[in-house]
């Protein structure tokens, strides 16, 4: 693989955070993005420089078009990314009848239009290099009935949609598409919920880590994973089988 850069999105903490150390241990260089907390950022890319990786730090709001395009368009003349993970998104719970359409937007929004804004940015560069990776982090909250997220499961429900159709509009340039749907990892999304009873309708009893997930992401971005497409990979402890 002569090309090895991963560009990750909300990679300053969590999920993504973990999928960059481990993109960074099998030999990425790391382009990652965040939204506001420069902290956990900066701690991220020490680490990862810590690894005898490249880390970019990329602070923008996925779902604002024009700031993805200025961060990524003067990258992208210089070097593409072999691999990018849609990562970023938050939840904001309530029950529909009290729902927001605030709440109902910026979910959507950061799940669907960030997805659209950075793949559509980079895709172009990857489509010219005829290889790739894209892997976007859905949610079991898109195939499970959760109540209080009708947003967010509708968001991750439609970024299994996009994946599908990518992988199957990519398939003959060489650019794989894949979703991860994590469960429930212990990550501060998780802040609020109430655990305890969530845990016991999970068959393996326990949450997940970042790193099973991350494990995941690794194996779709690397030469082991080779025919394999339009998937959604359920790290879930069990949850949904
Ligand atoms: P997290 O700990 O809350 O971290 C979220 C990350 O996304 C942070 O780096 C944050 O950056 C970034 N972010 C949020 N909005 C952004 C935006 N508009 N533009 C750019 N970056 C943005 O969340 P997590 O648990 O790691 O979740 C990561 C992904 O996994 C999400 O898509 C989530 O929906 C999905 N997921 C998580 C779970 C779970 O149980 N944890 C389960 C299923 C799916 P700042 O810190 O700078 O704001």
């Known amino acids: 693989m002569d090309n090895k850069i991963a560009l990750i999105t909300g990679a300053s903490r969590g999920i993504g ?19 506001s907390n420069d902290e956990y950022a900066q701690k991220m890319k020490n680490e990862i420089e810590q690894l005898g990786r490249k880390c970019k730090l990329l602070k923008f709001d996925v779902a604002d078009a024009e700031a993805v395009e200025n961060a ?5 003349e210089k070097e593409i990314p072999f691999c990018v993970v849609n990562n970023a998104g938050f939840r904001k719970d309530a029950l529909l009848v ?21 793949t559509k940015t980079v895709l172009p560069f990857m489509l010219r290099n005829r290889k790739g990776r894209i892997i976007n982090i859905t949610s079991m909250s898109a195939v499970l009935g959760v109540p209080g997220q009708a947003n967010y499961s509708a968001a991750k429900a439609g970024l299994i949609g996009a994946t599908k ?5 990519t398939a003959k340039r060489n650019i794989l598409v894949n979703a991860i ?10 802040e609020g919920l109430p655990m305890e009873e969530i845990i016991k309708n999970i068959p393996l009893g326990r949450t997940g880590k970042p790193e ?20 959604v990979f359920q790290i879930s402890g069990g949850l949904g089988a």
């Open 17 to 35: 955070a973990v999928c960059a150390k481990t993109l960074a241990r099998d030999g990425f260089d790391i382009w990652a993005n965040y939204r």
């Open 72 to 76: 990524l368009s003067p990258l992208l």
């Open 98 to 118: 009290w729902m927001k359409e605030e709440e109902w937007k910026s979910v959507l929004s950061v799940a669907l239009d960030g997805y659209f804004n950075i």
């Open 165 to 169: 159709s990518l992988a199957v509009e």
């Open 181 to 190: 749907a994590p469960g429930f990892i212990g990550t501060e999304m998780l």
């Open 212 to 231: 099973d997930v991350a494990e995941m992401a690794a194996f779709l971005a690397s030469e082991k994973c080779q025919y394999i497409t339009g998937q």
